[in-house]
């Protein structure tokens, strides 16, 4: 079992920036694959950005180049970086994690932007 608990978000003006950080417990050396995803109101949830144990980054193409996701495999978090925040980046953000097929989620952080 793998615990997954976000933090970081919040409300700031369009422009702006914010990190989430995400903190995985538990069964964490099992932990391959990491990601955030987020669920704007009447949305799905959609991937923003993942990254790999290796390191290895993808993004989707309304954050590239504004967000940045990184790992701290040793301190078992996870980031997201997010610069020049827009209102239609506004949602809930959503860790996930990877333990084989497996796959874990935290319980959410609201990130509001304003315009």
């Known amino acids: 079992q793998v615990q997954l608990v976000e933090s970081g978000g919040g409300l700031v003006q369009a422009g702006g920036s914010l990190r989430l950080d995400c903190t995985a417990s538990?069964?964490?050396?099992?932990?391959?694959?990491m990601g955030w995803y987020r669920q704007a109101p009447g949305n799905q949830r959609a991937v923003v950005a993942t990254?790999?144990?290796?390191?290895?980054?993808n993004y989707a193409d309304s954050v590239r180049g504004r967000f940045t996701v990184s790992r701290d495999n040793a301190k078992n978090t996870l980031y997201l970086q997010m610069n020049s925040l827009k209102p239609e980046d506004t949602a809930v953000y959503y860790c996930?994690?990877?333990?084989?097929?497996?796959?874990?989620w935290g319980q959410g952080t609201q990130v509001t932007v304003s315009a």
């Open positions: 538990g069964s964490t050396s099992g932990i391959s694959s």
């Open positions: 990254i790999t144990r290796g390191g290895i980054t």
């Open positions: 996930n994690a990877y333990v084989g097929v497996r796959g874990y």
